[in-house]
């Protein structure tokens, strides 16, 4: 039911879901994920520990981005589904996130903000109220919190930001970050995501996570064709960006 994709190149910086046969993508007939080789963590399953989650966002311009106009709609979408400490706009400081993480021992991070991942880590970074931050301020902060905790992060999931354009390699950026904070999967976008549908997709993931027969890929593919169904949204623009790196279950 679930494809695990190991890519090189170009291949990289391509969603596989948007593979197509003619008639269907491959995501109406698979659950998908990418990881950057063989060797894995021992895959758990999100739901055996709940799905508190920290939420921290930008809805505000700041440092030169634009507004994130659906982002207050997407953390409060989040609240609404699941146990939630949200940091909005100027509630969301690299010091409020790193209390947040290292205080609460929540299984999943969610950084919906602009940002960019590529495969050098000064490229790397996402945006908080205060300041950018690198890649290696997000896994220190990630990883001190995991200090605190039994398990590990099992999901952090960024939902506003892209990689860097033209770099085949940035998806390993993405796994690196997990991979550096401890975290199990990864979910972050491509490109950017279309605000409003970006939004619902958010949405439809925790609908579907709150399941405790579905695992993380499968929450996604079926977030996935929600917007896949919808006319306003069919075309991959919209549902594609987000992909799973590392453990799917």
């Given amino acids: 039911d679930t494809l695990v994709f190991v890519l090189d190149g170009s291949l990289r910086s391509v969603p596989m879901s948007v593979l197509y046969d003619g008639e269907r ?17 021992a895959p758990r399953p999100l739901q055996q520990q709940g799905l508190e989650t920290i939420a921290a966002g930008l809805a505000e311009p700041r ?14 979408r989040i609240e609404n589904t699941v146990p939630s400490q949200v940091l909005l706009n100027e509630a969301f400081t690299s010091d409020a996130l790193r209390e947040k993480v290292e205080a609460l021992p929540y299984p999943v991070v969610h950084l919906a903000t602009h940002g960019q991942f590529s495969s050098r880590a000064e490229d790397t970074f996402i945006l908080a109220w205060d300041r950018p931050l690198n890649v ?3 896994s220190s902060i990630l990883r001190t919190g995991d200090q605190n905790r039994q ?19 940035a998806a390993l950026g993405l796994a690196g970050v997990a991979v550096r904070a401890g975290a199990r999967s990864t979910i ?30 499968e929450a996604l593919r079926q977030a996935q064709l ?22 799917w279950l």
């Avoid at 440092?63 to 409060?76: C, D, K, P, Q, R």
């Avoid at 398990?151 to 390699?169: F, H, K, N, V, Y």
């Avoid at 919808?230 to 919209?238: L, M």
């Fill in 151 to 169: 398990a590990p992060i099992e999901l952090l999931i960024m939902s506003a930001c892209q990689t860097a354009a033209g770099d085949d390699r």
């Fill in 188 to 217: 972050a976008s491509l490109w950017n995501l279309d605000d409003a549908s970006g939004a619902l997709l958010v949405g439809n993931l925790y609908d579907q996570l709150v399941n405790p027969d579905t695992s993380k890929a």
């Fill in 136 to 138: 290696n301020e997000i």
């Fill in 25 to 41: 993508y491959l995501i109406e007939n698979y659950s998908i994920t990418l990881t950057p080789g063989l060797q894995l963590i």
């Fill in 226 to 247: 929600t917007l896949l169904n919808n006319p306003d949204y069919r075309a991959p623009y919209f549902w594609a960006a987000l992909v799973l790196v590392g453990n």
């Fill in 63 to 76: 440092h030169g981005f634009s507004a994130l106009e659906n982002v207050g709609t997407e953390l409060a």
